[in-house]
């Protein structure tokens, strides 16, 4: 595992390719008219699911390989659900900053992040989806950081909004936690519990 240290000069030495990365991605929602909420540009939340693996990414890292997979994956893990992007575009994107095996692991990350066809909110994200994310490396932890995200922008505001999602964050978050837990010696497959204790206790705060 890497420490924090080399975690954080493997983010400065690639800084110039996550800076094409996160305007790729930027782009690439905006083309679709994707927003976050009513207003906000949906790369606000691609940026905040990112910082989140910029500050925790050094618990599933192995080697300095792990880290521009992990990036891409937090930027692009709504592009096949959201962007109407199909695998072979992630992976096509994936190698225009990668080795074909890190763009492998990239794209398999937003693969497994991609909810199931569904009409509620259960079935999209039903049992086949969480075993795809405990099966495929680093898609536990990119998750997590997609719903800390999520908590985080559901507890800045008391609108109506933020406070129906902050309720069903807090309901849903033994069955999530559940579902992407993954007892593994693998770094890779784990779920950081300082992740989850962050989140707890946004929601238990007020």
């Not at 493997?10 to 790729?24: K, V, W, Y």
């Not at 990036?71 to 994936?94: M, P, W």
């Not at 680093?138 to 985080?152: Q, S």
């Not at 800045?156 to 849903?172: G, P, V």
Request: net charge negative; glycine share 6%; proline share 3%.
């Amino acid at each position: 595992m890497m420490t924090k240290k080399e975690f954080e000069t493997s983010l400065r030495e690639h800084a110039a390719t996550i800076d094409e990365i996160r305007q790729s991605a930027w782009d690439l929602h905006r083309s679709v008219g994707q927003t976050y909420g009513k207003t906000l540009p949906y790369g606000y939340h691609l940026d905040m699911v990112v910082d989140g693996i910029k500050r925790f990414g050094h618990l599933v890292a192995i080697e300095g390989n792990d880290v521009l997979p992990l990036v891409f994956g937090g930027y692009y893990h709504d592009s096949i659900e959201d962007a109407r992007q199909t695998y072979n575009d992630v992976l096509k994107s994936a190698r225009r900053w990668m080795s074909d095996e890190q763009a492998l692991v990239a794209t398999e990350i937003v693969y497994a992040l991609t909810n199931d066809k569904g009409r509620t909110r259960e079935e999209r994200a039903g049992e086949r989806y969480y075993k795809g994310i405990r099966e495929t490396p680093f898609a536990p932890f990119v998750k997590l950081c997609d719903r800390l995200a999520n908590v985080i922008q559901s507890c800045q505001s008391d609108d109506s909004h933020n406070l129906r999602m902050k309720e069903i964050y807090s309901k849903e978050m033994p069955h999530f936690l559940d579902g992407i837990a993954l007892q593994s010696d693998d770094p890779r497959r784990q779920v950081p519990q300082v992740v989850i204790d962050e989140m707890m206790g946004l929601l238990q705060k007020g």
